[in-house]
Nanobody, 118 residues
Framework: QVQVVESGGGLVQAVGSLRLSCAAS????????SAWYRQAPGKQREYVAG???????KYIESVKGRFTIFRDNAKNTVSLQMNSLKPEDTAVYYC????????????WGQGTQVTVSS
């Protein structure tokens, strides 16, 4: 059983910063890919940033230059440094990990709320 837990959300004023963290624990294995998604009220969940299978990073246009994704493969952790936050970044942020436990499986965290006030 693999558990994925996010932390680091909260309330911040516009142009402030937050760092989200995500860790996998339990009967885990190598992390093949990882990503952060977010879901704002009344909207679909959207991809924000991630590491692809070949190790490259991807970001949606609206966060480029403001968000940076980090990972530690040895610890199966991934973080998202968010700077210059805007009210439109307000959402529940979810960590998504592709973990190889013998079967490559997609795991989601429970989500962490990020609220940016203007």
């Amino acid at each position: 059983q693999v558990q994925v837990v996010e932390s680091g959300g909260g309330l911040v004023q516009a142009v402030g910063s937050l760092r989200l963290s995500c860790a996998a624990s339990g009967s885990t294995g190598p992390m093949r890919a990882s990503a952060w998604y977010r879901q704002a009220p009344g909207k679909q969940r959207e991809y924000v940033a991630g590491f692809t299978l070949d190790g490259n990073t991807k970001y949606i246009e609206s966060v480029k230059g403001r968000f940076t994704i980090f990972r530690d493969n040895a610890k199966n952790t991934v973080s998202l440094q968010m700077n210059s936050l805007k009210p439109e970044d307000t959402a529940v942020y979810y960590c998504n990990l592709l973990i190889d436990t013998g079967y490559v499986t997609n795991y989601w965290g429970q989500g962490t709320q990020v609220t940016v006030s203007s």
